[in-house]
């Protein structure tokens, strides 16, 4: 759990609002707070729902991944030349 001050989880808890707009004005720490306090929300019990819950945050880190990171990556070494040749 990432450590912010109580008014800014408080703020960050109440807040209606898309993340897009919210974006503009988080950092890391707390996008990661919001992410943990919405896996906290589902109220994980037993192992297998900690096991779904790292399951489900895999999945997003792969799609991530795969769909930004690595088009990301294809981008530069067009820019740049590929580091294996």
Do not use: S, W
């Amino acid at each position: 759990m990432p450590y912010i001050t109580k008014h800014d989880r408080d703020l960050l808890a109440g807040l209606q609002i898309t993340f897009e707009h919210l974006m503009p004005v988080c950092h890391i720490g707390e996008i990661n707070f919001l992410i943990t306090d919405m896996l906290l929300c589902t109220k994980p019990e037993t192992y297998q729902d900690f096991n779904e819950l790292i399951g489900l945050l895999e999945c997003v880190k792969l799609e991530f991944y795969r769909r930004a990171v690595a088009i990301y990556e294809d981008k530069k070494k067009e820019e740049n030349g590929d580091v294996y040749e």
